[in-house]
């Protein structure tokens, strides 16, 4: 069984110039691989609109779904909604579903709904609203596209709300032998079990600590007892 | 004067399934900030030769540089050296300078130098090596494309050693203010800002710290004097 593939786009000059260290791509990267859809790509691009377009374009056209983060909130330079509008050549205005909600919100905080906060309710036509129960805002899906937050408590709400509503896949299964060997011991007999076991995935990933040299060995796959199998002959070739 | 531009390719199934949170990407940004390198855009694929192909040659043709991490070790997973060369179409091998690195390291330390280990002298030709001076398996550079290798203490290292080899720009400055109102209450005076001061980068962060919202804002330029000028103004505008 194939399982559907996403793609993930970061949007802020934030990240991009180190200001900010981005935290949404590793919490969906956990959140895809539960609900059994395979992240297979992630861009970051700063907050310009032709380079958004044309990564929504892409990332859209290869992928099952795309997950953006980032660029939707009130300032000058919250330019994402337009972006994706322009993506897929879709009017945008604002919206009397999300006016309402904004409405309805600064009214029970005591709030204004001026008229930078009302780009926030700024929807294309025909996306569906994705719920944000932290700051209200919606997010929104346009065809394949979610297109969410970037304020990393308000981007997992928004996950929250938006994964349910997808089909997944069959999740992934992993297992990790650590061993205190270099990579470079146990690459020969990690190629054999790789060649051996096809259907999984087998991944090596170095580390350093206090200057002793180990590797996780981590194998992936749809079917358990494939897994078991193949961790059960790896324990036996090369942990000692 | 406009600075040199920069992307990253992080390459790693490891980051996709969310089992390693990237810590690599943030440092590259702060260093080519600091080194006056504009980083435009980030892409992460898994280990796929077709993936890392495409991504590399889009991202060689689009910026002035172009710096990966991770796939450079000795295991079976590690297919970033080929991937660079067949991108390019250059004939790849085991390299006589490279094997001599590795050569002198086992001799040293004890180890061997075996087939998966030769592996991590395999070189495009006409790359320049990139000192690794934490475990003296090399990077190298091909025409624009600068690989490293992704354990982050490596990596690191290897940035370390390359970026003083490349023509930098002027440094980008930036002052923070951080508000204790939300984005909404300060988008029309920021908006007005950003239009006075078309020279600067202005960006609002939003953030939320025990249900209460806030907003560090980030001025950043070339000229520190209109840095200054803006962010006075700023303080008398926004900040209350």
């Known amino acids: 069984m194939t399982n559907p593939t996403a793609a993930m786009l970061v949007i802020g000059d934030e990240i991009l110039s180190g200001r900010t260290r981005d935290s949404n791509m590793h919490h969906l990267a956990q959140e895809l691989t539960k609900h059994g859809i395979d992240l297979r790509e992630v861009r970051v691009v700063s907050d310009d609109a032709p380079a958004i377009v044309a990564a929504v374009q892409a990332l859209a056209a290869g992928f099952t779904h795309v997950f953006t983060s980032g660029g939707i909130g009130p300032t000058h330079d919250d330019i994402t909604a337009e972006a994706i509008a322009r993506a897929f050549d879709t009017p945008i205005t604002v919206r009397d579903d999300a006016r309402a909600l904004l409405e309805a919100h600064y009214k029970r905080t005591g709030g204004t709904l001026n008229e930078a906060r009302l780009r926030m309710a700024r929807i294309p036509d025909g996306a569906a609203l994705i ?65 051996d076991f096809p259907d999984l995935s087998i991944g090596s990933y170095p580390f350093q600590i206090n200057g002793v040299f180990g590797t996780n060995i981590v194998i992936r796959g749809q079917d358990g007892a494939r897994v078991d199998a193949a961790m059960t002959r790896l324990a036996e070739g090369v942990a000692e």
Chains 1, 2 share one sequence.
Request: hydrophobic share 45%.
């Open 131 to 195: 719920d944000n129960p932290v700051s209200i805002a919606p997010g929104f899906s346009l065809r394949n596209v979610h297109v969410m937050a970037g304020v990393p408590a308000v981007f997992e709400a928004m996950v929250a709300s938006v994964l349910p509503t997808l089909t997944g896949g069959q999740p992934v299964l992993s297992q990790t032998l650590r061993v205190n060997r270099g990579e470079g011991d146990i690459a020969g007999p990690l190629g054999v079990l790789a060649d």
